[in-house]
């Protein structure tokens, strides 16, 4: 890009301004190096554009600059939240956790000194913890907000910041949009901040008790459907928390139920440098590999991993009786089995109320399928847990009655079987999953041949998920042309040589969803295509939808690999 001095003038004023604000030597040293270097292609990419806190809350590279996350960013919403949690709370009090990604314990503790600063009570965790034990200690000590300092999955070089509401969910309208204004709008000279000594020496800033941690366990436990069974077996669990914050969690729930349990030892301490894998994230098969390995050595008979937040699972499981080899489950294939043995469960133990399960409208259909089969009611919401945290806080407000919350999931290894947590929730799914586990082994049926049961039941579907990331600047600019166009598409027209039979854009009126940036395509050859922007990275992402058809299942499975080719050759 050619700079103009005008074009300089402006980059150095809002570089300055930076500089003049952030307290971290390290940002701060990061982006006076690149004034010093005349780096305008690197300042232009920190300061084109400011991070904005939105309804994922915010995530960005880390790094010095508005368009990064670094202590003044955090600082920035932080101000925000608490000022919106003054004009619409009465005692307001926000609990803070955070993973192992780097920097996460430093941005935590400078949003608890901005917030005891605002009058706002902190309760802040000492050390690292998961997202579910968050959102379970936002509703245990009755906070009326929380925050966790997350990238979840993502890159090394990527953090975040998400907000959670008094429910235990992520902030959704009218709060988000609250917030955002409120954050989006502070100055610098208007950010407030205390000593972490002046915080807690004024009682606004103290530990989270060890009280919620039990309780949290002793909730998980109470959740069993069947503790003595999972206690009788001799099951093997091979486990990585690759490097992220479900090690301690995971690791203790399986040993309150005696299970042996082998744990991959380089991925097993928190770093946030992630130095096993490109990705942080168990839908990888690479970042699964090591687990795998460990698997095969041990003999395991379930294999689990959890992303740097822990509400990601991912499982592998034996394909030999020998288990010399291990399928590694997709997130739908997770669900799917998971809401069959929890409608079972229910059903078989005398259950009264209707079964509620909600998805997000990218996650298999089969999961409505069993549901409905079996009595229960299935709700597809946006992508986005939050959207599930609020049918279960309907649930629990009474608006939905004769209802019980029983499973929520996300195509994108999300699960949650208990109530308490509004978030996906990796370690309660990871003793649900041993226990679902056992009690098919109790019957004499590996996983495979249950969900091979299943398939046969209710009809076999299989989903393909592929994306296009576009970075900066160009990026941005670039998506909003690639949706526009799909857009414009109509009834009738072709899309990968196939005719659209019907199209549904969720900006538009009377969809049923909020309005989001969502469009849902059908195509007269049976197929259906969901096209969305990542609300938490730079990318489209498409969700491809194929259900077996009068050839049958073998027929699809063989046909998949080719119809995915032709709509990513076209799409990205």
């Keep these: 890009m050619d700079f103009t001095e005008k074009m300089k003038e402006d980059i150095l004023a809002k570089a300055r301004a930076y500089v003049g604000a952030e307290k971290d030597r390290v940002f701060r040293e990061e982006v006076e190096n690149a004034i010093a270097m005349e780096d305008w292609e690197g300042l232009y990419d920190r300061f084109y554009t400011s991070l904005a806190f939105g309804t994922a809350g915010m995530r960005g590279v880390i790094g010095g600059g508005t368009n ?123 950010i407030k901040e205390l000593t972490e000594e002046e915080a807690r020496e004024s009682g606004l800033l103290t530990s989270v008790p060890d009280a919620v941690d039990n309780a949290y366990y002793s909730m998980v436990m109470e959740s069993l459907r069947r503790v003595d069974l999972i206690k009788e077996s001799t099951v093997k669990v091979a486990y990585t928390p690759l490097h992220g914050s479900g090690n301690v969690p995971v690791r203790h729930m399986l040993s309150e139920l005696g299970l042996s349990v082998a744990v991959v030892a380089e ?60 399928k590694l489950l997709t997130g739908n294939q997770i669900a799917t089995l998971l809401v069959d043995y929890l409608l079972l469960t229910y059903k078989e133990q005398g259950g009264k109320e209707i079964p509620f399960v909600a998805k997000s409208l990218v996650t298999t259909d089969i999961v409505r399928r069993i549901t409905e089969a079996n009595g229960g009611e299935c709700k597809d919401v946006l992508t986005g847990f939050k959207y599930i945290a609020e049918e279960i806080d309907r649930i629990d407000r009474g608006e939905n009655p004769g ?80 949706m526009a166009g799909l857009r414009a598409k109509n009834t009738g027209d072709d899309i990968v040589g196939r005719k659209i039979a019907t199209k549904e854009d969720l900006l538009g009126e009377n969809t049923g969803f909020p309005k989001a940036d969502v469009l849902i395509f059908r195509f007269e050859s049976g197929e259906k295509l969901v096209v969305r922007p990542s609300g938490t990275e730079p990318k489209i992402k498409y969700y491809l939808f194929l259900t077996e058809g009068k050839d049958g299942r073998a027929a699809l499975e063989k046909a998949a690999p080719e119809i995915k080719e032709e709509f990513q050759k076209e799409l990205l």
């Excluded at 005891?116 to 802040?124: E, P």
């Excluded at 050390?127 to 968050?134: K, N, T």
């Excluded at 050595?297 to 991993?305: E, P, R, S, Y």
């Excluded at 079987?417 to 098919?440: F, L, P």
Aim: some cysteine; overall charge negative.
């Design 68 to 190: 990064r996350i670094n202590t003044f960013m955090v600082c920035k919403v932080t101000q925000g939240l608490s000022e919106y949690l003054r004009k619409n709370c009465a005692e307001p009090s926000c609990v803070i956790a955070y993973d192992s990604r780097l920097f996460s314990s430093e941005f935590a503790h400078s949003a608890a000194r901005v917030l005891a600063a605002n009058g706002v009570r902190v309760y802040l965790y000492d050390s690292l913890r998961p997202v579910p034990m968050l959102s379970f200690a936002v509703r245990y000590l009755k906070a009326s907000a929380g925050i966790v300092i997350t990238a979840s999955h993502n890159p090394s070089k990527y953090n975040g910041y998400k907000v959670y509401w008094g429910h235990g969910g992520q902030v959704t309208p009218p709060h988000d949009i609250g917030i955002a204004d409120l954050a989006n709008a502070v100055k610098p000279d208007g």
């Design 403 to 482: 209802h019980r919350f029983l499973f929520g999931c996300e195509e994108s290894y999300g699960f949650l079987t208990v109530s308490h947590v509004h978030d996906k929730d990796a370690v309660s799914s990871s003793v649900a999953a041993v226990e679902m586990m056992c009690y098919w082994a109790s019957k004499g049926k590996t996983l495979i041949q249950r969900l091979d049961e299943i398939y046969a039941e209710y009809g076999y579907s299989t989903e393909v998920v592929f994306s296009a990331e576009y970075d900066g600047a160009e990026g941005k600019a670039k998506m909003a042309s690639i």
């Design 267 to 326: 991925q097993e301490l928190p770093d946030g440098k992630f130095p096993t894998v490109k990705l942080p994230n168990p839908e990888s098969a690479e970042a699964m590999s090591k687990v795998i390995a460990l698997g095969i050595k041990t003999g395991a008979d379930i294999v689990l991993g959890t992303d740097p937040d822990a509400d990601r699972l991912g499982i592998a499981i034996p394909e030999d009786e020998k288990k010399t080899s291990y």
